[in-house]
């Protein structure tokens, strides 16, 4: 079975992977996710993919997948529009609570006209100025392992951050598109989510 960039990829310590091809089902494991408002469409990266809308479409997926220790998260993205000055967008939730909560989430952000991408521990705030561009698929990685915490985009690092604290296992939902049901809904294309409980070398990640 292919688990990204329709290449073979070993499922060593793949927890879940979403193909996103007109269900969110989980292709390895049992964490299946439930479609809510997002539009089905045929030209994903690979195959086909989910359209979000920016309004209120969500795709839940239990609440037994949980980001903690050591990680990798990779996605495709084709984002529609940048979000407005003072605003963000959500990839991924899964937090207790709300307002930095126990957890983990990954958004975009547009901090008074400079563009950042960041990663939530817990109730630590990581964020780093990004390009990331619009209308097209683009290849995201974050990964976690020994305090650190590396972004990749299109198989190139980005930037690293220090981060002692992983985040820690809670029982809420875990969220793709939305900030714990209240909004900063993400908007456009999402496709071939894999979640990873090791983090992976950069070598491995060329070959998602």
């Known amino acids: ?20 091809d007109n269900n969110a089902n989980d292709s390895h494991w049992s964490n299946n996710g439930t479609v809510s408002g997002a539009t089905y469409t045929g030209s ?10 920016g309004v209120n479409d969500v795709i839940t997926a239990g609440t037994s997948l949980h980001i903690s220790s050591e990680y990798t998260v990779s996605f495709w993205a084709n984002i529609d529009a ?12 899964n937090r ?20 950042k991408w960041f990663v939530s521990h817990n109730t630590t705030f990581n964020p780093i100025n990004v390009s990331l561009t619009t209308g097209s698929f ?34 809420d939902l875990f969220r793709i598109g939305d900030w714990g049901g209240v909004g900063r809904y993400f908007k456009w294309l999402m496709d071939e989510i894999g979640i990873r409980n090791r983090a992976l070398t950069t070598d491995e990640i060329t070959d998602l």
């Not at 329709?6 to 996103?20: A, E, I, N, R």
């Not at 983990?104 to 952000?109: D, K, L």
């Not at 990685?141 to 809670?170: D, E, G, M, R």
């Open 1 to 20: 079975m292919s688990y990204g960039g329709g290449k073979k990829f070993p499922k060593t310590w793949l927890v879940s992977y979403y193909k996103l």
């Open 44 to 53: 994903g990266k690979i195959n086909g993919a989910y359209i979000f809308d």
């Open 82 to 93: 940048l979000p407005t000055t003072g605003n963000l967008q959500s990839f991924f939730y």
């Open 96 to 115: 207790q609570t709300r307002w930095m909560g126990y957890g983990w989430e990954c958004q975009i952000y547009n901090d008074w006209g400079t563009q």
């Open 138 to 171: 683009i290849h995201l990685v974050v990964k976690y392992s020994s305090n650190t915490i590396t972004f990749y985009q299109n198989n190139s690092v980005v930037w690293t951050l220090s981060q002692s604290t992983a985040p820690t296992t809670n029982t």
